[in-house]
């Protein structure tokens, strides 16, 4: 079955320092991933993608990720956090292929401290 | 930027009611989404939407639910009969549909209570 996994689901990291909000799937195929993140009472706004290529993805307001196939992981990253990277964030992947759903895990708490 | 935006912001109905949900899609999008999040928990698929007709759903994606593109802009939900476990945040989604490669671009979502 397809999956992805969160298995934080809060992370406190003091502003300045670097964050990973880490995340692990489980597909049949070629694992399409994305990061979305959610403001407090907002959408989710799409972060990046992993489709093929380069295992280190960046993104929107400096985030990258990290594709590991050994580790099946695409861990979310940035150098240096913000107060305002304060959110929810989900990791996703496209549930099988062909398929035109995403599938998205329970989400991680980020709480950046000042 | 193109959008996707979604009315109302927050609807509240007695149980039973019926209740529709609108979304207007990014213009040039050809699948549509609509997923729904209970508060506090993780974001849970419930219908895809391509060439005006239902391409995927979810077991949540029962009879009381359907989902109609009325004319060349709206995309609706309808929940016929609403119960107390329907409340949540419903958000509505689309994607270019150029391959499965795509990231979806979501609306702001729809806060439904049902007392």
């Known amino acids: 079955a397809q999956s992805v996994a969160q298995p934080e689901d809060q992370v406190n990291v003091a502003e300045g320092n670097p964050l990973t909000v880490k995340c692990t799937y489980s597909?049949?195929?070629?694992?399409?991933l994305f990061w979305y993140v959610q403001y407090p009472n907002r959408g989710l706004q799409f972060l990046l993608k992993y489709i093929t290529g380069d295992n280190l993805v960046k993104g929107s307001y400096g985030f990258e990720a990290e594709f590991n196939k050994s580790q099946t992981s695409f861990h979310l990253k940035k150098p240096s956090a913000l107060v305002s990277d304060s959110a929810l964030y989900f990791c996703?992947?496209?549930?099988?292929?062909?398929?035109?759903?995403?599938?998205f895990g329970t989400g991680t708490r980020l709480t950046v401290i000042p | 930027e193109p959008e996707v935006t979604q009315t109302p912001s927050h609807q509240v109905t007695q149980m039973g009611q019926e209740v529709i949900l609108r979304c207007v899609p990014i213009?040039?999008?050809?699948?549509f989404y609509w997923y729904r999040q209970i508060l506090g928990q993780k974001v849970e698929f419930l219908v895809s939407f391509y060439n005006n007709e239902i391409s995927e759903k979810s077991e949540i994606f029962d009879d009381q639910f359907s989902v109609e593109r009325p004319d060349g802009s709206n995309f609706t939900l309808k929940i016929r009969s609403t119960k107390l476990e329907d409340s949540a945040m419903y958000f509505c989604?689309?994607?270019?549909?150029?391959?499965?490669?795509?990231?979806?671009?979501f609306g702001e979502g729809s806060r439904l209570t049902v007392l």
């Open positions: 213009s040039n999008h050809l699948y």
């Open positions: 989604a689309s994607r270019t549909g150029f391959g499965d490669t795509g990231e979806l671009f």
């Open positions: 597909v049949s195929g070629n694992p399409y």
């Open positions: 996703a992947v496209r549930d099988r292929p062909g398929a035109n759903n995403l599938f």
